[in-house]
């Protein structure tokens, strides 16, 4: 797979979704670049079969971030998450895209509500049964995902921008080194 931010402007207008972003996505932060990486542009290689998750949550997260995009390379699951123990939440200004890359998986949206009664939006459920499928989750959506079926499933989500959360936590993204962070947020 590869992955791009709207900086890579002749791919983002020929996205199949690119009307959707005409706009300019008013409700996300820009995507302003972090500082350069440690010894210049380049394109990295990172073997994931090396790679283990520092990460202690049972969902083992695997976190690398570019100057404009995070990308949260999730080690392959072999058993469900518990329907008691799923984890809803949002995200105010940043979008999320989930891309399973094995297994079926339903994405659980719930959209927040305004004074507006009449734009209210009833939860959806978006079963994805085939790999690879991908999810646009929009700011502010309240989402979880939950593997279903049987056999192997395995997730990847990205961010843009980079998540300040995930990248303040010591030894959380694996290749802070390569990608610092801004001197001020």
Do not use: C
């Amino acid at each position: 797979m590869r992955v791009f931010s709207n900086r890579a402007k002749d791919l983002a207008a020929a996205a199949v979704n690119a009307a959707t972003y005409a706009d300019g996505a008013p409700e996300v932060a820009p995507l302003d670049p972090w500082p350069d990486p440690v010894g210049g542009f380049a394109l990295r290689h990172y073997d994931l079969s090396k790679i283990t998750s520092p990460d202690p949550h049972p969902l083992k997260m695997r976190v690398f971030r570019s100057t404009n995009l995070m990308v949260n390379v999730f080690m392959p699951w072999t058993t469900r998450r518990e329907e008691k123990k799923l984890s809803p939440h949002s995200h105010d200004d940043f979008e999320q895209m989930s891309l399973s890359l094995k297994g079926a998986f339903v994405h659980h949206l719930r959209y927040p509500w305004s004074s507006d009664k009449t734009r209210w939006r009833e939860d959806e459920h978006e079963r994805y049964d085939e790999s690879p499928s991908v999810l646009v989750i929009p700011a502010r959506v309240i989402h979880t995902s939950q593997d279903v079926g049987d056999g192997t499933t395995w997730l990847i989500d990205i961010f843009g921008p980079p998540r300040m959360d995930f990248s303040s936590k010591p030894g959380f993204v694996l290749n802070a080194a390569e990608y610092p962070m801004p001197k001020t947020q």
